[in-house]
């Protein structure tokens, strides 16, 4: 009927539907997105650079420079030189090497503790936000009593009673850190739960282990990397403060912690000793955030431009 | 109907939600059978239990009382085995074209999801059926490596009714499927709706607000308020002859597209706003809003029965009132 108001001299065109629904953009699969965003970040990518830079040193530095337990008392506090790169401290060893198997100390509590927090992290808050009820309840408030009781003491007492060695650190580090992960997993989970997607899915027979899998983890991927990347430096701070007290790793192991102990005993005396952990230091914490920064965006289709 | 094979029968369902401040009663008492091959709409104001309802009989809730048959069989307390093969039978399409797609899967995965839960093929066989569904949508081939993101909200409902589509399914609850939609993409939807009803032979339970739209797509019409069905007709008989108070409020609350008509329409108003579904008293859920409540209604609460071939309703007083009118 509405063709008669039509006028003559208009022809109708037949609409191609199909061809109206085509999308001009490329086709990228879920990781060539992820790659091609994260490459246009230049923060992320020198940051990368630096954190893969620290992670080749921590592993094949050591093997160049094995000696850093040695000592030489002809050439104490010596300044930087051609000798010594970043000089040498008050017995005389080289601070680079010490420098170098410090990194892998360090890095190697900061990796594995949060890698174990994440996984530990994970799986008990994504139980917790996925069940939901009285079991979240109850989990819940097992965190919260966990997170009572001060971090610190904990590790304090825990290194008091043991000795100050890799393994107790991780230990204490691990005891009580992965529950703001695992709070975090938790409210995403809870979050997401609800979501139509994951409604669908269980529509669809998908077992609460498959939605959980499938769809909930990995959509609070972005923030628990995030946390991820800001906690490793965290890891590695705690070592410090308690390397600092005298309670890790103590002189002559080397770890980025009793570094800064003795730059700081030397201060400011033989600055060397103190600012080249401490540079070395605050540029790992600020690659791992600038990183882990970029990475959200990259998860995240939606970010992409 | 002529071959009435009543698919599902649902009898006295009740789900209520404990709440801060009491319990709210989502579905009470509701009793009601959607024949094979019909679409049976479900209309009614926000918060009145549709949804609710729609989600019971998928099982994504579990009813606090009362019975689900589907064909025959109670479907309430499934073991593992037979409630995934209710999932192959029973489906759902969501009222948000945005949140119920996974923004991390493709469109090609989110449609073989099902077919991989229930094994249905090979992995070639799987994609042939893909992009058979997307075909039969209306969407390319190619977008099937398209993430959600890029589709407007017309094209991820139908992706959407594609995933629902991919273990063929025997029955659809449809919750709200187009009311997030706008007008022109509303009626491409359900114009795609009822083209799969009658080439797959399905049963639809269509959940919405929109009056006229209800009125379109159904055969058979229920009004809620309140968690409870207060009328059951053909859509003619309903929007023609109402019978309840609520439904006659409803349906003169829908504008006529004829000017005249639309001058003439006189709207009736109900008086407050719809009470908390938290602890309601008892009788008629309807009666602290109907001029023609009496204390019989506000004592004791109307089952829904039938006063004529296709009409059921659940009012003390439908049969003196009528007279009156």
């Not at chain 1, 090497?97 to 990194?103: S, Y």
């Not at chain 2, 923004?103 to 058979?132: C, V, W």
């Not at chain 2, 008293?281 to 006063?307: H, N």
Request: proline fraction near 5%.
């Amino acid at each position: 009927m509405a063709e008669k108001t039509f006028i003559k001299d208009f022809t109708k065109i037949p609409k191609d539907v199909k061809a109206s629904q085509k999308i001009n953009r490329v086709s990228l699969t879920y990781s060539q997105g992820v790659i091609r965003t994260l490459k246009q970040n230049k923060a992320a990518m020198i940051s990368l650079g630096f954190i893969l830079f620290i992670v080749l040193v921590a592993i094949f530095g050591p093997i160049f420079l094995p000696n850093y337990q040695k000592t030489d008392l002809l050439h104490t506090l010596e300044a930087p030189g051609r000798q010594h790169w970043f000089g040498t401290d008050d017995l005389g060893r080289d601070v680079l090497t010490r420098l170098v198997r410090g990194t892998r100390t360090s890095l190697i509590i900061g990796f594995v503790a949060e890698t174990i927090n994440l996984v530990i992290g994970t799986i008990y808050g994504g139980i917790a936000g996925y069940l939901g009820g009285k079991a979240d309840i109850l989990m819940m408030r097992v965190i919260d009593v966990i997170v009572s009781i001060p971090q610190m003491i904990i590790m304090i007492l825990l290194l008091t009673v043991f000795s100050g060695s890799v393994g107790t650190l991780l230990f204490a580090l691990c005891l009580t850190g992965w529950t703001g992960l695992a709070r975090l997993v938790r409210g995403q989970v809870l979050a997401l739960r609800e979501n139509e997607y994951a409604m669908a899915a269980q529509v669809l027979g998908a077992s609460k282990w498959k939605v959980l899998r499938t769809h909930l983890l990995p959509n609070t991927i972005g923030p628990i990397l995030v946390n991820y990347t800001m906690s490793i430096p965290g890891a590695i701070g705690a070592e410090a403060y308690l390397s600092y007290l005298g309670l890790g790793i103590s002189i002559p192991e080397a770890s980025w912690g009793n570094l800064l102990q003795l730059g700081s005993n030397q201060f400011p005396g033989s600055l060397w000793l103190f600012f080249t952990p401490a540079i070395v230091f605050a540029l790992t914490m600020l690659a791992f955030n600038l990183f882990g920064d970029g990475l959200r965006d990259a998860l995240d289709p939606q970010m992409r431009r | 109907m002529k071959n009435e094979e009543v698919l599902f029968d649902i009898q006295h369902l009740n789900k209520s939600f404990k709440v801060d401040n009491g319990e709210l009663k989502a579905v009470d008492d509701v009793t009601f059978q959607i024949i094979k091959g019909e679409t049976f709409g479900l209309v009614g104001e926000s918060g009145c239990g549709k949804s609710t309802l729609g989600r019971l009989l998928v099982r994504l809730y579990k009813p606090n009382g009362g019975d689900i048959f589907y064909k025959g069989e109670s479907v309430v307390d499934l073991n593992r085995k037979k409630a995934k093969a209710y999932t192959k039978q029973v489906q759902m399409i969501f009222q948000q074209p945005y949140a119920s797609l996974n923004p991390r899967m493709t469109i090609g995965e989110i449609i073989k999801e099902g077919m991989k839960i229930h094994h249905l093929g090979s992995a070639k066989e799987m994609d042939d059926r893909m992009y058979e569904l997307l075909d039969m949508v209306g969407l390319n081939p190619e977008h099937a490596r398209r993430f959600p993101y890029e589709f407007s909200g017309g094209q991820r409902q139908r992706t959407g009714i594609a995933r629902a589509l991919a273990v063929n399914p025997e029955f659809i609850v449809c919750d709200e499927p187009i009311s997030a939609l706008d007008v022109s993409i509303q009626a491409q939807i359900i114009n795609l709706l009822k083209r799969l009803q009658t080439e797959l032979n399905l049963t639809y339970l269509f959940i919405a607000h929109d009056l006229s739209m209800v009125r379109y797509i159904s055969d058979r019409v229920g009004v809620m308020y309140l968690g409870s069905l207060v009328e059951v007709a053909e859509p003619e008989e309903l929007y023609l002859n109402p019978l309840h108070p609520y439904t006659q409020a409803l349906i003169s609350a829908v504008p006529k597209p004829d000017p005249v008509e639309e001058n003439e329409r006189s709207q009736i108003v109900l008086e407050g706003d719809v009470p908390s579904p938290i602890n309601t008293p008892k009788g008629c859920k309807f009666a602290g809003r109907c001029k023609y409540a009496t204390d019989r209604c506000r004592q004791e609460s109307p089952s829904l029965r039938k006063i004529s071939d296709n009409h059921m309703i659940a009012c003390h007083r439908v049969e003196e009132l009528n007279h009156f009118e």
